[in-house]
């Protein structure tokens, strides 16, 4: 089987490897279709806090696919199952496990880091990660359905929001255009900051998913908020920036008694002044991973056409040069590279 492998910093390649067979507690799923995301362009620089990631290694755990054969002792599962798998797997047994918040397990593993991952025909997991894919989900929009229950997580669980809230999404990355999709379906009033270099394409696929931008490098964002909001601030903001500046602009954004959700993962160090957050009683909450019942919340969302995939992905990479598909995200090309494997329309 054809499958993506890390050979070393900002070196990925097609190889042949050998298909695996399941054991008996496991499936083997054929995979569709593979998206890439900000931790895959982390791991793919071989960035700190990623260089522990044995190398070489077969990437990738935002996937989609289709069950092929099942293991002798399992059951619930067939083959010709459509199926999407939660990557991050949780020990079961650690005190935040125990206590109901398995997506900040103490001992978890990820897949395509941690083992081998699903840049690659086909993949062996335990079935208690899979979630059914519903019949009106194309398996090609399925494969986003991981950071989409990232972001349904930091809406409907970790935020405020309500309808009609003036709401900024720092970042139009895939994660943060998802909060976006999410809230704008709250009937939240949303609006997406990015970079010059997102004008070129990122801002424009947000514009044209029905959401309002701002270039912050040609426009200030504090004056933007006031003349947007009559001088109050925004309800809520999210940080999906990953930058260590993202917390410090949505504290001088959001309005007193409003709530700044962090969901990026800053590299550096930030440097926040307490005072007015304190002074105008501002909630600052994070959301990391997502849990089971948010996996469901973004395949009914899928499902129902509050999402709309199609205007996220971009499918036109090829495996055969997985290279380019990650310089064209992290040079804010694209949104959300999606690579097909067995795939095919559906």
Known sequence: MKQIVQTGPEAVELREGERPSPGPGEVLVRVHSAGLCGSDAHAYRYEGGYEWIPIPRVMGHEYSGEIVEIGSDVEGFSPGDRIVEEPIHHCGECFQCLNGQENVCQNFSITGMHRDGAYADYVTVEPRHLHPVPDDVPLRHAAITEPTSIATRAVFSQSAVTPGNEVLVEGPGPIGVLVAAVADSMGANVVVSGLGRDARSRLPQVEGLGVDTINVEERDVEGYADARTDGIGFDVVFD?????????????????????????????????????????????????????????????????????????????????DPASAFEAFLDSEVIKPVFSFNGDSA
């Open 240 to 320: 999906t920036t990953g930058h260590h500046t993202g917390v410090e602009t949505a504290i001088e954004v959001v309005r007193k008694g409003g709530q700044v959700v962090v969901v990026g993962l800053p590299g550096e160090p930030s440097e926040v002044f307490m005072t007015p957050v304190v002074r105008g009683e501002i909630d600052v909450n994070s959301s990391y991973g997502s849990s089971w019942s948010n996996f469901e919340q973004a395949l009914r969302l899928m499902e129902n056409g509050t999402i709309d995939a199609e205007g996220i992905i971009d499918t036109g990479f090829s495996t055969a």
